[in-house]
């Protein structure tokens, strides 16, 4: 209240400043002994129009540390009302001898200078503005890699900072060249950055182009680290847009800035319907993919989510992220094992879900291969049969099986099962009404037990961080867009059906490898790449189509419809089961002999 008077006060204090300065100008300064007196005069009246003026139009609410175009515009609409007002009520007044008709126009400019210049010189100086070098001798000089919004953004927030001091930006935009945004200069192209960085002394790039693809800021990341430049950016657009972090938050980069692919585009409207008001629920809940599923359903207004795990610790996390939310669908954590009929009939009875999410499952293709083989199929086949058909006794619509990239002409035990997981869902479709889909993709960056964590892990100790052979090459995509597009692929499925996500192009790990050395700090001469040898059951390739199988377009540029082999016979269902309930000899041999037999393009060791 009392910032609010003090303005005001300013304001009046300028109105009358600038009415006697246009009588001083009028006159060179010499103003005569009558219109000295009529100025004086008058002068009550000038105050109180412009002073009813400025508290008609609201010009008050806003902060004077946030001055800009808007509260700019509504001075001069105050004064240029202000302005009319005067003559008219002096006229209407007629008191004594005319004021000169110079002092009615040098008046309403004098004020809106001052009003307007006080406002962004006061705003100049709260963010650092004036006088900055003095301000700021010890900030680390930075150039900003692109020119747009973004950039305007962050100048803006970074000029009150003690940190970083913005001398230079770089775009490829030839129409910006020369040209300076927020006061500072446009070098030039980005491709100029080793000879902009020698000139200015710089040492520090900020990446500030959120919404580029991703291809684009892999280009800009490279020439910077070829000019010797520590790189940082920006946060994602879609966090700033969300109002999650500032423009400024600057971070390092991260593997994902560099891996990661462009935003997937989703059918909003038609997921909204397809998940809005419905029960879902979503096995392996608290699992890297099962979890973000969770997240990115809740954003489509689903009535209930069930989460369904079997690890405690990890049912809790994910239950109390969605409990710190204070929004959201309603959530609801249900502990219990997906091969276990009783508990999931259980579960299914009392909330009858609508959507069925199947993401629980082993996944470790080293670790399921041998001591673990009978394991892997009972857990991924078993838990997909016993869900599967509690969704059918409930009368869900839709039932997806999330599978992989190493269900495709599968070397090792964890792909076979996962492929019969697949020909069960495609045996059951006829059985009833629900709806199966199945959805596969690769690696995902960052998720539990993948190669970027234990990477990350190695450096930590200091290396070597280990790859199994120099030319092995995965698929990868983020666990956001991985979730994202199972739900587009869930909503537009039907009847059996298997989506291929687009994996874009293979990625070597290591080169992964040598990547994540860099972002952290090191050099290959800090930390090794140490070679071991392909483990049991491991692909040099992962491939995202079957070699007998065709594809088929969709809507969505980065799905395609798999027309896969059909299963062989309807009784296979049952005769999986009555193995798994009396499995005899499991070693891992006997495993992959009877898996043989059901999954036809199943290779062991190939």
């Known amino acids: 209240m009392i910032r609010r008077f003090l303005v005001f006060a300013h304001d009046a204090v300028a109105a009358a400043l600038a009415w006697m300065a246009a009588f001083w100008l009028r006159f060179n300064f010499d103003v005569p002994p009558d219109y000295h007196a009529l100025m004086l005069d008058r002068l009550p009246w ?38 009319l007002a005067v003559p008219a009520l002096l006229a209407f007044l007629r008191i004594g001898i005319p004021v000169p008709r110079t002092v009615y126009v040098l008046t309403p400019l004098l004020l809106a200078a001052v009003m307007g210049g006080n406002r962004l010189a006061y705003r100049a ?64 192209a980005i491709d100029r950055i080793d000879d902009v960085a020698q000139r200015l002394e710089v040492k520090q790039a900020v990446i500030a182009m959120p919404s580029a693809t991703h291809q684009e800021r892999r280009r800009a990341v490279a020439l910077c680290e070829r000019a010797g430049l520590s790189v940082m950016t920006v946060p994602a657009l879609t966090d700033i847009v969300a109002g999650r972090v500032s423009i400024s938050a600057l971070r390092a980069l991260e593997l994902d800035d560099l891996l990661g692919r462009d935003p997937v585009q989703l059918d909003e409207a038609g997921l909204h319907a397809f998940l809005a008001t419905k029960t879902v629920l979503v096995t392996g809940a608290g699992g890297s993919i099962g979890s973000e599923l969770c997240r990115q359903i809740a954003r489509f207004a689903p009535a209930r989510i069930v989460l369904f795990d ?35 009939q259980q579960v299914f009875e009392r909330y009858r879900p609508a959507v069925v999410f ?54 090792n035990v964890m792909g076979a099962s996962k492929r019969l997981a697949e020909i069960v869902c495609q045996t059951l479709q006829p059985a009833g009404r629900t709806q199966f889909v199945i959805v596969r993709f690769g690696n995902v960056l960052g998720s539990t037990g993948s190669v970027v964590p234990r990477f990350r892990e ?59 050395i860099r972002l952290s700090g090191y ?8 070679y071991t040898g392909l483990r049991p059951g491991e692909k040099l390739y992962e491939e995202p189509l079957a070699d007998a199988e065709k594809t088929l377009p969709t809507p969505h540029p980065k799905l395609r419809v798999a027309q896969a082999r059909a299963p062989e016979h309807n009784d296979l269902v049952d005769e999986v089961l009555a193995w798994l309930e009396n499995p005899g000899d499991c070693v891992p041999d006997a495993v992959r002999a009877k898996l043989r037999g059901w999954v036809p393009e199943y290779s062991a060791g190939g």
């Open 358 to 411: 199947h993401a629980a499952a082993y996944k470790h293709v080293p670790l399921m291969e041998e001591e673990n083989a009978y394991q892997a199929v009972a857990n991924n086949v078993l838990s997909t049969v016993v869900v599967a058909r509690a969704a059918q006794a409930n009368g869900a619509e839709k039932f997806v099986l999330v599978s992989t990239d190493k269900a495709v002409n599968p070397a």
């Open 310 to 344: 079997s690890s405690e610790f990890a049912l809790y996390s994910i239950e109390q992220e969605f409990r710190d939310r204070h929004a959201g669908p309603a959530v609801v954590a249900a502990i219990g094992d997906a091969k276990d009929p009783r508990r999931v």
């Open 458 to 516: 190695q450096i930590a100790r200091g290396g070597p961080i280990t790859v199994t052979h120099p030319d092995i090459k995965r698929y990868f995509m983020s666990i956001p867009e991985a979730a994202q597009l199972v739900l587009q692929a869930a909503m537009m499925g039907k009847e059996g059906e298997i989506f291929v996500l687009d994996m874009g192009e293979p990625v070597k790990i290591a080169d992964l490898a040598r990547e994540l």
């Open 46 to 83: 000038v105050l109180l129009v412009h002073v009813a003026v400025f508290l008609a139009l609201g010009l008050y609410r806003g902060l004077w540390r946030y001055a800009s175009l808007p509260d700019l515009q509504r001075i001069v609409f105050a004064v240029g009302i202000a302005a």
């Open 523 to 530: 050099s290959e001469n800090d930390i090794r790449v140490e």
């Open 125 to 188: 100086w709260k963010e650092g503005r004036l006088l900055p070098l003095v301000m700021k001798p010890h900030a680390t000089p930075v150039l900003v890699i692109g020119a747009g919004d973004a950039a305007a953004g962050l100048l803006k927030d970074l000029a009150a900072s003690p940190q970083w001091a913005v001398i230079g930006l770089l775009d490829d935009d030839v129409r910006k060249h020369g040209a300076e945004v927020m006061g500072v200069k446009v070098y030039g």
